[in-house]
């Protein structure tokens, strides 16, 4: 291949970047006006590959009745699985079901317990993420892969260095979660002093519905709901 030839090549890549620039901005814009209209909600997170007969499924959809009737309403990723607990569990205690769907080339479609003028599609990974911790009062966060680990790690980040407010970070099933929690206390802390002791404080675990709107409604005697950045 000539240099000339890499040069357009490289230009064909940076004329395609400068257009999804508008793609984009119109998944904030739309995103942002919905997401504004729909009230205090929290997210849950959760493994989109966990079947209607797994115990953490019927945990999630009663987590989510739970949010529902202390006020809240629930986001969920809009797909199946932990998500479909998730809508599933706010659409029977009649409150707010919201769901942000991605598409994906695997295992990824809209649930029907999403509210119809409540379902958002994205295309972008990053714009759908600032959706959900915008807009959040809280996550939780059920056992999951890969992408609940992204988005859990997401928002203790944006915390710990004060980009967006404090808001509580639930982890629900601590037989799935001690593991992960002991190699971040032996490891990060302890071994190598990557993180600061209080950063642990960010993370609550537990494993019912009641601890968990038990903590929910503790922070907020404390603190304002309102949009975190």
């Not at 395609?16 to 739309?30: L, P």
């Amino acid at each position: 291949m000539t240099p000339e030839q890499k040069h357009k090549g490289w230009n064909a890549i940076k004329t395609n970047d400068s257009w999804a620039i508008f793609k984009i901005m119109g998944e904030f814009v739309n995103g942002f006006e919905k997401m504004s209209e729909i009230g205090p909600c929290v997210s849950i997170f959760g493994s989109a590959r966990t079947p209607k007969n797994d115990p953490f499924y019927k945990l999630s959809t009663e987590v989510a009745s739970a949010i529902v009737q202390a006020g809240y309403g629930v986001i969920t990723g809009g797909g199946p699985g932990i998500m479909e607990a998730g809508n599933k569990g706010a659409h029977l205690a009649g409150g707010t079901s919201a769901g942000l769907n991605i598409e994906l080339p695997f295992e990824q479609h809209n649930n029907p317990y999403i509210d119809p003028d409540k379902s958002l599609d994205f295309d972008y990974f990053f714009v759908r993420k600032v959706m959900f911790v915008k807009y959040s009062q809280g996550i939780v966060v059920m056992p999951g892969g890969f992408g609940t680990l992204d988005e859990l790690f997401e928002a203790i980040t944006l915390i710990q260095t004060h980009k967006i407010e404090k808001f509580p970070i639930i982890l629900v099933g601590s037989s799935f979660w001690v593991g992960l929690l002991d190699w971040i206390k032996a490891t990060l802390l302890e071994r190598f002093e990557t993180i600061s002791a209080k950063d642990l404080d960010l993370i609550n675990v537990v494993d019912t519905s009641d601890e968990v709107i038990e903590i929910l409604n503790n922070f907020y005697t404390e603190y304002q709901l309102s949009p975190n950045f």
